[in-house]
């Protein structure tokens, strides 16, 4: 068996379309679109083009989108302008969940140095927020709400629409991370009746590096990249044209065959979710129903999620225990703590995160490989000696 790539959650492979479209900005049609000659300018109408099928692709109207370096720099200018804006008006409280991707939770963070007050929802153990807590949260000084979409560890979906319209009846702006839906789900920014959303390129078999940031015309959008006129003045610097044609390609592509990978990949998760659901104190975390096509996650009583992954790894199958951006840390998953998952069963998580590049070969492949695993590791544990024993495990 080859390597078996089920880390997609936190990369995943360029297609061939979007490798295709990239290529010519590196030796042919590489100007810079700034330029007033006509090989700048034959740039220019590259980037506008790109700029209007990203937009048609979330129902958006191209002057709404703007080019950034990720996701992460596409949240950060979002929440830190709707913050700022509404501190303008009296305004410091922000209502966020308590699973965010930290590049939500580390601005807020920042802005509660600042003297935000910030209020973050439960998610309960289906690993959803709830409608009612946010009405319940909502304050007349209240700037901004920012719920993503989709959750970057169990894949869990927010019901976007309905917290959006709470918040546009209160007159609030509302965000959305939507880094993990794009390209997997619908997105339609009319229909969910969002202010801004926030996509990464490299999430759906784009290029690493950009992103792009949704923000309805009529929001203000503060400037944190100060230098050239570049994204109507919105964000400074050379765009990096390569990764935008290449981030359109893939995102069509995403977009033209939502329903037909969708349908495979959620397939191959249900397979797996069927496959070690027999393995003694394995719990899938999250709503069931209400999740990504690809996405699931699970923990294993009595094991440590890095033995797991470094075995399953030797196996030739990679996976991972929550979000790459946290994957140096020894702390459990907060997505999973904020979800009621004990921290001892935290430590034991597993996520995989599949494409349509997966095969059901590949699928048996790591369902064998999950139950040889748990039960090696379990054989060496005296943690899991103890669970058998019914004794308290500290």
């Known amino acids: 068996m080859n390597t078996v790539y089920v880390d997609n959650a ?3 492979q360029v297609s061939e379309a979007a490798y295709n479209a990239m290529l010519p900005m590196f030796r042919e049609t590489y100007g810079n679109p700034s330029s007033l000659h006509h090989v700048g300018q034959v740039v220019k109408e590259i980037l506008e083009d790109a700029r209007e099928r990203v937009a048609k692709c979330i129902g958006a109207e191209p002057r709404e ?19 700022y804006n509404g501190a303008q008006k009296g305004k410091k409280h922000i209502i966020s969940s308590k699973f ?40 007349d000084d ?3 709400v920012t719920i993503m979409m989709a959750n970057n560890e169990v894949g869990t979906i927010q019901p976007i629409k309905e917290l959006a319209a709470v918040c546009k009846e209160k007159g609030v702006t509302f965000h959305t991370d939507a880094v993990q839906a794009a390209g997997h789900i619908k997105v339609d920014v009319n229909e969910l009746g969002v202010d801004m959303l926030s996509v990464s390129g490299h999430k759906f078999h784009g290029p690493k590096g ?8 009529g929001v203000p959008l503060q400037v944190f990249l100060n230098g050239g006129a570049q994204e109507r003045n919105r964000r400074a610097g050379t765009e990096n044209m390569a990764g935008i044609v290449g981030l359109a390609a893939a995102l069509e592509e995403a977009c033209t065959n939502l329903d037909k990978n969708g349908k495979y990949i959620s397939a191959l998760r249900d397979k797996i979710i069927d496959g070690v659901k027999d393995i003694e104190l394995a719990t899938v975390n999250g709503d069931l129903e209400r999740r990504l096509p690809g996405t699931v996650n699970m923990c294993f009583e009595g094991i440590e999620g890095e033995g797991l992954l470094l075995l399953l790894d030797q196996k030739g199958i990679c996976a991972s225990s929550g979000s790459a951006c946290t994957s140096g840390s020894l702390d459990p998953s907060h997505v999973l703590l904020a979800m009621g998952v004990p921290v001892e069963s935290a430590h034991g998580s597993l996520r995989i995160s599949l494409s349509e ?3 059901e070969e590949e699928v048996e492949h790591i369902i064998k490989s999950i139950h040889e695993v748990v039960d090696y590791l379990r054989s060496i544990s005296p943690v899991w000696e103890k669970i058998q024993k019914g004794e308290v495990v500290e």
């Open 142 to 144: 209240t700037a901004l």
């Open 100 to 139: 965010e991707h930290h590049a939500v939770l580390h601005t807020l963070e920042k802005l509660k140095k600042e003297g935000f007050e910030i209020t973050l929802l439960d998610v309960y153990k289906e690993g959803i927020v709830r409608v009612e807590d946010l009405k319940a949260a909502l304050r």
């Open 65 to 83: 989108i703007y080019f950034t370096s990720c996701g992460t720099e596409a949240d950060n200018q979002a929440i830190l302008s709707a913050a």
């Open 357 to 359: 590049y997966n095969t």
């Open 210 to 217: 950009v992103g792009f940031l949704y923000c309805r015309k």
């Open 10 to 12: 936190a990369t995943t």
